[in-house]
């Protein structure tokens, strides 16, 4: 088990902010791309945001881009992702994934990650 899942999720009201985690073990999130994805009932697994295993490249959906920010802790080998200003259309089961070694391809797709935890509800209410 590479990961412990992502934790963090609850319900809560929009505009209100949310700190998602996910606790990696047996690799070093210093040495891999990391992301979140998240997916609604009906629809397919959404590509939310990616940090570079150098830690100096961030990507994000626009659908979140300028609320959301991915982070990681080098010292606790946790990756976060810290949500704010919350919307009813952020409702979804998030999920972290850990991608391939030192990675320089692409970052936006499910296949490019071969580590995912159990997912953790984000329920925003209007």
């Known amino acids: 088990q590479v990961q412990r899942g992502a934790t963090g999720g609850g319900l809560v009201q929009a505009g209100a902010s949310l700190k998602l985690s996910c606790a990696v073990s047996g690799r070093t999130v210093s040495l891999y791309n990391l992301a979140w994805f998240r997916q609604a009932p009906g629809v397919e697994r959404e590509f939310i945001a990616a940090l570079r295993w150098s830690g100096e490249i961030t990507y994000y959906a626009d659908s979140v881009k300028g609320r959301f920010t991915i982070s990681r802790d080098n010292a606790k080998n946790t990756v976060y992702l810290q949500m704010n200003s919350l919307k009813a259309e952020d409702t979804a089961v998030y999920y972290c994934?850990?991608?391939?070694?030192?990675?320089?391809?692409?970052?936006?797709?499910?296949?490019?990650?071969?580590?995912w935890g159990q997912g953790t509800q984000v329920t925003v209410s209007s």
């Open positions: 994934a850990i991608g391939r070694y030192k990675s320089s391809g692409t970052y936006s797709y499910p296949d490019d990650y071969d580590s």
